[in-house]
């Protein structure tokens, strides 16, 4: 990464799109792509696409364009999917369920490898294989696998108390899925997945197209 410029919260959104993008053109055995056509892919100008991509390096040719492997290489290295980042995640229901289900964590080297409660109708039952631990049991299972990321798939009741949890053993970032905002330090990273908020927006176009 070039010095300490400030990169751009929507440039850093756009590159999970283009390794997207540049995913699936290396599953098609497409070797080079210009930056008009990776633009129209994920609905930029060419000129986007190529200061996006500044920020980092300089990845293209002039006149001939990406080549796919090395781009896809370069960018897996700059959003660190090249490692392996071990998750906890609390909240054993449905939800919960459907996440340690989700096969796409392993593509991008991500790996829930604990689930923890407070129910104890839950806790000691088995996803996939792992088993629900309590809560209680957070300091211990995130020294044991030096986690830093933690998920929260809990009612909206629990979830600020799940965040400080998590604050407190260490954990750095945090992907809630709670239908409310939590509130965490400066130095925590937080991404809301309000699936609420997401269908009411398609339900207000539907309602302004009748």
């Known amino acids: 990464m070039k010095g300490k410029i400030a990169i751009p ?15 699936k053109l290396d599953k098609m055995d497409i070797e080079v792509i210009s930056s008009k056509e990776l633009g129209e892919r994920i609905g930029v100008p060419s000129t986007q696409v190529r200061k996006d991509l500044s920020y980092y390096g300089e990845f293209g040719r002039r006149g001939v364009g990406y080549e796919v492997k090395l781009l896809l290489k370069n960018l ?5 999917l090249n490692n392996h ?33 407070t129910d104890l109708n839950k806790i000691g039952n088995s996803i996939s294989g792992i088993t629900v631990q309590s809560i209680k049991n957070l300091k211990e299972v995130v020294e044991k696998y030096n986690i830093k ?26 992907w809630n899925f709670a239908p409310t905002r939590i509130i965490v330090p400066e130095d925590v990273k937080v991404k809301n997945e309000d699936l609420s908020v997401g269908i009411i927006g398609l339900v207000y176009h539907l309602a302004r197209n009748e």
């Open 149 to 174: 990321m933690g998920i929260i798939a809990v009612p909206a009741a629990s979830a600020q108390q799940v965040a400080d949890q998590l604050v407190s053993v260490g954990i750095k970032a945090i």
């Open 85 to 117: 980042w071990p998750i906890v995640l609390v909240g054993a229901g449905n939800l919960g369920r459907a996440l340690v289900n989700y096969e796409g964590f392993r593509k991008l080297g991500l790996e829930i490898k604990a689930v923890l409660d």
């Open 9 to 23: 919260r929507t440039t850093i959104e756009r590159l999970p799109l283009y390794y997207r993008c540049l995913a």
């Open 76 to 80: 897996e290295r700059i959003l660190g």
